[in-house]
């Protein structure tokens, strides 16, 4: 069988004080933490659209990635991406994929041709996944780059394109299940608006919540298993994206009767488009019971779109990994690799460093979480600030038997008020140390 990464080996855990870029300096897949292995907690995914048939191109320049599949086309380019996806992952010991539908195989002239090649390819893709035990962490379809997606997908004032959508969503819930994928994703890539002038945005939600329905009652229909997930966007490609951010899409799924269908799938780098840190959208999903999934990411600050780049901020993948293990875990979701190689990085040695650099990011972000959240010191020093809610008056407030005017009355005995230190520059030194000495 033909080689797509010729002279790169499985890569190998080496331990930190490795110069060799193609091996893990933190990620040991089968080192125990917290209790169970690393790749446990981490369940690291390929995402098959930026890997795959990402080009390197931008808005200025053409594509520029070299890959040894340079040359094909049509089916047989998607074919030998199969086998080349697998190589690669097999080589990254990596145990799971996402996927749109269009980037596994193309569109063709009609939906009827579209279908046939995704079941083509879709025969070759599960007999890798049964050779290789890798296993699919979700899929989803792509309803944002066809021309006839304009306007939108369920959001769109055309009734056919709903429709349409609706064909692509049902074969890519009826793929996802017949390859045993963990979760399926929606993300409305142009579910919002250019302009309010002429939007009717109270029909283009109520059609949207209309469409997730139609979509839930077709996967138990189906036997589908596994877990629906919104991805909060909040522009980009539109002006406004109706999936702004988690507490946005909480309200519209409670509006809708959808809160105990679908959770998030939480993406760093959309996190910061919205005006938020990655761990508040972990945290506000989190606290809600939605924390489902991650796509593992980072944006450049200074510039304002979606680099999608590879994570390399260790104080985010720890704070991201410090919710993770608040929550539990994160399976059935994982940690998605939505992330691309800067266009100057094209060769393909490139991509395989900044997996590892990736997945050695959260590595040792876990590493450091864990012993953070083990020590206590956040949590203790939160459960400090707030002891006022525990006795007296302010356990009244929480137990609900406190009114305005048995408050009113306290306050006029106790006007004298005092408060404590938030410490913030402390405890930011102290997930400093602890990322420094761990």
Known sequence: ?????????????????????????????????????????????????????????????????????????????????????????????????????????????????????????????????????????????????????????????????????????KKAIEITNRLGGENYVFWGGREGYETLLNTDVALENDNFARFLHLAKDYANKIGFKGQFLIEPKPKEPTKHQYDFDTMTVLGFLRKYGLEDVIKMNIEANHATLAGHTFQHELLMSRINGVLGSIDANQGDMLLGWDTDQFPTNIYDATMCMYEVLKNGGIAPGGLNFDSKVRRGSFQSDDLFISYIVGMDTFAKGLLVADKLYSDGVLEDFISKRYESYTTGIGKEIVDGRADFE?????????????????????????????????
């Not at 594509?63 to 030998?80: I, N, Q, V």
């Not at 996402?98 to 193309?106: A, E, M, Q, R, V």
């Not at 009609?110 to 390819?121: C, F, G, R």
């Open 1 to 169: 069988m033909k080689e797509y990464f010729p002279g790169i080996n499985k890569i190998k855990f080496e331990g930190e004080d490795s110069n060799n870029p193609l091996a893990f300096k933190y990620y040991d897949a089968e080192k125990i933490v917290a209790g169970k292995p690393m790749k446990d907690h981490l369940r690291f995914s390929m995402s098959y659209w930026h890997t795959m048939t990402g080009e390197g191109s931008d808005p200025f320049g053409m594509g520029t990635m070299e890959r040894s599949y340079d040359g094909l086309e049509g089916m047989e380019l998607a074919k030998a991406r199969v086998d080349a996806a697998f190589e690669l992952m097999e080589k990254l010991g990596m145990e799971y994929f996402c996927f749109h539908d269009l980037d596994i195989s193309p569109e063709g002239n009609s939906l009827k041709e579209k279908e046939e090649n995704l079941d083509i390819i879709v025969d070759l893709i599960e007999d890798k996944m049964k050779q290789t035990g890798i296993k699919l962490l979700w899929g989803t379809t792509n309803g944002f780059s066809n021309p006839r997606f304009v306007h939108g997908a369920s959001t769109a004032p055309n009734a056919d394109v709903f429709a349409f959508a609706a064909a692509q969503v």
């Open 406 to 438: 048995t408050l009113a009355e306290y306050a006029k005995n106790n006007d004298q008020i005092k408060n404590s230190s938030g410490r913030q520059e402390m405890l930011e030194g102290i997930v400093n140390q602890f990322i420094y000495k761990n």
